[in-house]
Protein backbone atom coordinates (compact mmCIF):
# COMPACT_ATOMS: atom_id res chain seq x y z
CA UNK A 1 0.00 0.00 0.00
CA UNK A 2 2.96 2.43 0.65
CA UNK A 3 5.31 1.41 -1.80
CA UNK A 4 4.23 3.15 -4.42
CA UNK A 5 6.92 0.96 -7.01
CA UNK A 6 6.41 -2.87 -5.58
CA UNK A 7 5.63 -4.88 -8.63
CA UNK A 8 2.54 -5.36 -9.79
CA UNK A 9 1.64 -2.31 -10.29
CA UNK A 10 -1.44 -1.43 -9.99
CA UNK A 11 -3.45 0.38 -13.17
CA UNK A 12 -4.72 3.09 -11.19
CA UNK A 13 -1.60 3.86 -10.08
CA UNK A 14 0.18 3.86 -13.72
CA UNK A 15 -2.64 6.40 -15.22
CA UNK A 16 -1.93 9.31 -12.37
CA UNK A 17 1.84 8.53 -12.90
CA UNK A 18 1.00 9.26 -16.47
CA UNK A 19 -1.42 12.42 -15.46
CA UNK A 20 1.09 13.78 -13.34
CA UNK A 21 4.10 13.19 -16.83
CA UNK A 22 1.14 15.25 -18.70
CA UNK A 23 0.56 18.07 -16.58
CA UNK A 24 4.11 18.77 -15.39
CA UNK A 25 4.65 19.13 -19.39
CA UNK A 26 2.09 21.44 -19.77
CA UNK A 27 3.26 23.71 -17.27
CA UNK A 28 6.95 23.68 -18.71
CA UNK A 29 4.93 24.52 -21.79
CA UNK A 30 3.58 27.32 -20.44
CA UNK A 31 6.48 28.69 -18.78
CA UNK A 32 8.05 29.25 -22.37
CA UNK A 33 6.47 32.66 -22.53
CA UNK A 34 7.36 33.65 -18.91
CA UNK A 35 11.20 33.25 -20.12
CA UNK A 36 10.99 34.99 -23.14
CA UNK A 37 9.66 38.07 -21.64
CA UNK A 38 12.24 37.95 -18.56
CA UNK A 39 15.07 40.08 -18.07
CA UNK A 40 17.59 37.85 -18.56
CA UNK A 41 20.37 38.03 -21.17
CA UNK A 42 19.43 36.26 -24.47
CA UNK A 43 21.83 33.01 -24.08
CA UNK A 44 20.43 32.54 -20.47
CA UNK A 45 16.86 32.80 -22.28
CA UNK A 46 17.62 30.71 -25.16
CA UNK A 47 19.00 27.97 -22.24
CA UNK A 48 16.14 28.22 -20.22
CA UNK A 49 13.90 27.66 -23.21
CA UNK A 50 15.41 24.45 -24.42
CA UNK A 51 15.74 22.72 -20.91
CA UNK A 52 12.07 23.24 -20.87
CA UNK A 53 11.58 22.20 -24.14
CA UNK A 54 13.09 19.49 -23.62
CA UNK A 55 11.69 18.77 -19.94
CA UNK A 56 7.89 18.86 -22.13
CA UNK A 57 9.42 16.55 -24.71
CA UNK A 58 10.42 14.05 -22.64
CA UNK A 59 7.41 14.18 -20.18
CA UNK A 60 5.12 13.55 -22.90
CA UNK A 61 6.63 10.64 -24.19
CA UNK A 62 6.98 9.06 -20.78
CA UNK A 63 3.33 10.01 -20.44
CA UNK A 64 2.77 8.35 -24.00
CA UNK A 65 4.80 5.07 -22.58
CA UNK A 66 2.53 4.89 -19.70
CA UNK A 67 -0.72 5.09 -21.10
CA UNK A 68 0.25 2.79 -24.06
CA UNK A 69 1.66 0.17 -21.58
CA UNK A 70 -1.90 0.87 -19.32
CA UNK A 71 -3.78 0.12 -22.38
CA UNK A 72 -1.64 -2.85 -23.25
CA UNK A 73 -2.10 -4.75 -19.80
CA UNK A 74 -6.26 -4.51 -20.74
Do not use: H
Amino acid sequence: MLNLFRSPIEKETLEDWGKLCLDVAKVAILAIPVMIYSKDPIAQKLFNISLLTLCAYGCLIVSRVIRLTTKKGD
